[in-house]
């Protein structure tokens, strides 16, 4: 089977299965041969490397993922899928499904585990909008992160991804995913490319590992959400809520930042140096 992400293709797979679009799985499956090849043509190539793609449905992108990576591992909760994707796939060896939730799997493990075997390891993902802020959170509390993630996000979301400080968009994940990750909006994708059409619009975002020295990434996250709290409240108030007004001022005085400064003020390079007072000095709050 070749083209499996054309409209026709797509939908007589679905008629040799029997098959319909399941919604509370958000399967909107990508029904375009340009737009495939364009989040394709985005992704940075490497001669040495590994694609964990996440939802790959009927294997619309696994097909073209197959011809630029060493080998892709699919992992899909839908049983359904994974039984079209072993026939479609059956005769290629540089490809493996797992049938699971992608919440479940331990990517720790996954990553270094495939890290001993490849150079590079990549994360690809079209996936129901419902989780991507639950997977992108455990991505970036990785030790071993992901050298690249092209995931699909609905454009509102993309753009929180992306965004400046002092902006409107400037959120914790904007902090998380910029601590950990070079972030480029690559390209807004129409809704009318994708079977069924939602009623969004899409976004690719292209995520590059950056080797920010950060030990306990988890804890990282939890800091940075602590200090958005209340957006419209000062970085003070939101960290007294955990902190003694003593310790909250000299954290924020030993890393340089004025006690009234508001959450979406600090770019990423404050909230790295106010973490790490914090970390050196937790002990004593
Ligand atoms: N990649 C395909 C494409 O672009 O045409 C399908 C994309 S569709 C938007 C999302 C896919 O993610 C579906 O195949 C769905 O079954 C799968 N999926 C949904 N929730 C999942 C989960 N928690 N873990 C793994 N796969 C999931």
């Known amino acids: ?137 455990s991505v970036f509390a990785l030790d071993d992160p992901f050298d690249q993630v092209m995931i699909m996000v609905q454009a509102e979301f993309g753009q929180r991804l992306v965004s400046a400080h002092n902006t409107k968009d400037y959120r914790p994940v904007t902090v998380i995913a910029k601590t950990f990750y070079k972030c480029n909006l690559s390209f807004n994708v129409s809704k009318n490319v994708f079977l069924p059409k939602p009623n969004i619009t899409s976004a690719i975002v292209k995520l590059v590992r950056k080797d920010t020295k950060i030990e306990d990434k988890a804890d990282y996250i939890k800091f940075v959400q602590l200090c958005f709290t209340q957006k419209r409240k000062t970085l003070f108030n939101n960290l007294r809520t955990e902190f003694s007004n003593e310790f909250t001022t000299s954290l924020l005085e030993s890393a340089k930042i004025p006690l009234n400064s508001r959450p979406a003020q600090l770019d990423i390079n404050d909230y790295i140096r106010l973490y790490g007072v914090y970390d050196e000095t937790k002990i004593l709050c």
Do not use: W
Not at 40 to 62: F, M, N, R, W
Not at 69 to 86: L, T
């Open 1 to 137: 089977m070749e083209n499996i992400g054309s409209l026709q293709t797509t939908k007589a797979i679905l008629d040799k299965y029997k098959l319909s679009a399941k919604i509370s799985l958000g399967q909107n499956f990508l029904v375009d041969l340009k737009v495939i090849d364009k989040i394709i043509d985005h992704v940075d190539k490497s001669d040495d490397c590994v694609i964990v793609e996440v939802g790959p449905g009927l294997g619309a992108l696994t097909e073209k993922l197959l011809t630029i990576s060493k080998k892709v591992i699919a992992i899909e909760i839908d049983k359904n899928m994974v039984e079209v994707m072993e026939d479609n796939f059956k005769d290629k060896e540089n490809f493996e499904i797992i049938h699971e939730d992608i919440l479940k799997v331990d990517l720790q493990k996954l990553v270094t585990d495939l890290r001993k075997e490849y150079k590079d390891v990549y994360l690809v993902a079209n996936l129901p909008y419902y989780i991507t802020s639950d997977i992108l959170l």
